[in-house]
């Protein structure tokens, strides 16, 4: 049985990991100039504003790259997994690192949505079609 | 392209240095051996090549030094090596914020361009084969780390060839690079470990070897990745004008890249030297994954951007006799992952003709190093 293991939740990432309880990709966004920063940073790349804060993310993005990992690296989480960078459709270049669930078949391109998975506190974001 | 001037100077910073000595330790998997015993011999190794004598050194320069990482990813700190060897040190730096493994080297030339040192000892020592082992696994030093970038993996299953998987997916489906392409660099660093006695795979491999292997994570399989290993790699980087210098062995530094990036770094040393792409003999480029080698040969413009599968595909213009001869000694696929330091040190032994049954045909002028990926990379370009 997959169990996620439950990443290290802090003050900057705390955000990320429990927006799922409310349904919410929750991704930091600079509230001076609206760039959107992951992983989340306390001052903003492109106009070094300090105003972060974490905001709903329409959650629709695409494949930018996946891959079927077939190595266990964790005693709870036996392969395969389909792990996949998927760009927001947010902003060019916006990828997160995540699982791809509930199809047969990833492509690069491919339109995904995100959904949540328990994992102790955290709520882990996963996308499928 | 023009030469970068250079800030307050007449001359470039690579003229005032040149490599003396080199040297290595046994390398092998699982030696179970002191990892300050494998530093000490390739100290000792590299000093005696150069003709020095451990009160001759002034300064050392390594990557990473003494710090807390990942199991045996570093055997010997800066101050061990004082201390081992005796030695009495004007100058001497090493950290893992370096810009890629040769930014040991870097450090050194700039240290003896300023004057702050004369004859420089720069290693690079690992034992994680032995400390992987030793730490449960290679799967639990991952579950270990505390590096925040593997955090953000841990949920989904991540390892560090998630990531190269990722590069590569996205590579072939970017270019039209197919698996068999990517085989090659595998196949060919194989068949240049097997002419060499101090390489850790030797047995001959094939196209079909490569396509059968157990895969890791989809496209990428076990021998797309680097082996961890024992050994240790000293250099010693001198001032040219030293006494000391035999100028007849020594090997120039041309030109070096020290910028954070693949691209940004070889253009960098491009931007160093009025040689070109087209000047290079042999090229001794980072292999951690097939990708990262594919990343290097099209920022260093040896390869044309996307066009590196079709350049490598039957692998005849990569191997020693062809055109572009790649990873001469195998590599870190098949010689084990010296960090960017075995790779420098085949670079020195091509120019110097020392490769033997590997030997380059002609004896190689312009040899190009390569080190680290993403925004952790060095390269230096080497000359007789």
Redesign the interface.
């Known amino acids: 049985m997959t169990e996620?293991?439950?990443?290290?939740i802090s003050e900057r990432?705390a955000a990320f990991w429990t927006g799922g309880a409310n349904g919410e990709l929750l991704i930091a966004r600079c509230q001076a100039c609206g760039w959107w920063l992951h992983?989340p940073l306390p001052v903003c790349r492109r106009c070094h504003g300090r105003d972060i804060r974490p905001e709903a993310a329409s959650g629709h993005g695409t494949v930018?790259?996946?891959?079927?990992?077939?190595?266990?690296?964790?005693?709870s989480?036996p392969?395969p997994?389909v792990?996949?960078?998927v760009e927001l459709a947010e902003q060019p270049g916006l990828r997160l690192?995540?699982?791809v669930v509930g199809c047969d078949e990833v492509t690069?391109g491919m339109p995904v949505r995100v959904r949540f998975e328990q994992?102790g506190d955290?709520w882990?974001p996963?996308f499928g079609p | 392209m023009t030469v970068r001037p250079v800030i307050g100077h007449t001359v470039k910073a690579e003229s005032a240095a040149v490599i003396t000595g080199f040297g290595s330790s046994e390398i092998g998997r699982r030696l179970g051996r002191d990892p300050l015993l494998l530093t000490a011999d390739a100290a000792l190794a590299a000093l005696a090549d150069a003709g020095l004598r451990p009160g001759d050194i002034d300064g050392v320069s390594t990557y990473p030094g003494a710090l807390w990482s990942t199991p045996g990813i570093t055997g010997a700190g800066v101050d061990d090596v004082r201390a081992l060897l005796g030695l009495r040190l004007r100058w001497h730096t090493g950290g893992g914020e370096l810009p890629g493994q040769l930014g040991s080297i870097v450090n050194a030339v700039l240290a003896i361009a300023a004057g702050l040192a004369t004859h420089v000892l720069c290693f690079r020592t690992v034992w994680e084969s032995t400390a992987q082992e030793r730490a449960g696994g290679r799967?639990s030093v991952?579950?270990r780390s505390g590096r925040?970038s593997l955090?953000?993996?841990?949920?989904?299953?991540?390892?560090y060839?998630?990531y190269g998987?990722?590069?590569m997916?996205?590579y072939m489906?970017e270019t039209g690079a197919t698996r068999e392409q990517f085989a090659q660099l595998a196949v060919v660093s194989r068949a240049n470990a097997a002419a060499n006695a101090a390489a850790v795979y030797r047995e001959p491999m094939t196209v079909d070897d490569y396509l059968e292997a157990?895969?890791?994570?989809?496209?990428?399989c076990m021998l797309d990745c680097d082996v961890p290993v024992d050994g240790a790699v000293a250099v010693v980087v001198s001032d040219a004008a030293a006494a000391a210098v035999d100028r007849t062995r020594a090997i120039r530094i041309e030109s070096m890249g020290s910028a954070s990036g693949f691209d940004e770094s070889a253009d960098m040393l491009w931007s160093r030297t009025e040689l070109t792409p087209s000047d290079v003999d042999v090229a001794e480029i980072y292999d951690g994954f097939t990708i990262l080698a594919v990343r290097w040969l099209e920022a260093l413009r040896l390869t044309s951007r996307g066009e590196t599968g079709p350049f490598i595909e039957g692998g005849k213009r990569i191997a020693l006799d062809g055109e572009l001869p790649v990873s001469t000694g195998g590599g870190q696929l098949s010689g084990g992952r010296l960090h960017g330091y075995g790779a420098l040190l085949e670079a020195c032994i091509q120019l110097r003709g020392l490769g033997g049954a590997r030997q380059v045909p002609g004896t190689p002028g312009v040899a190009v190093v390569s080190s680290g990926a993403e925004s952790f990379t060095s390269c230096l370009l080497l000359t007789r």
């Open positions: 996620r293991p439950t990443p290290a990432t992983p930018w790259s996946f891959t079927i990992n077939r190595y266990q690296w964790s005693p989480m392969p997994q792990i996949a960078e690192l995540t699982s690069i994992a955290a882990i996963v | 799967s991952v579950a925040e955090q953000w993996g841990k949920p989904y299953g991540a390892g060839p998630t998987a990722l590069a997916q996205r489906s157990r895969m890791i994570s989809d496209p990428l």
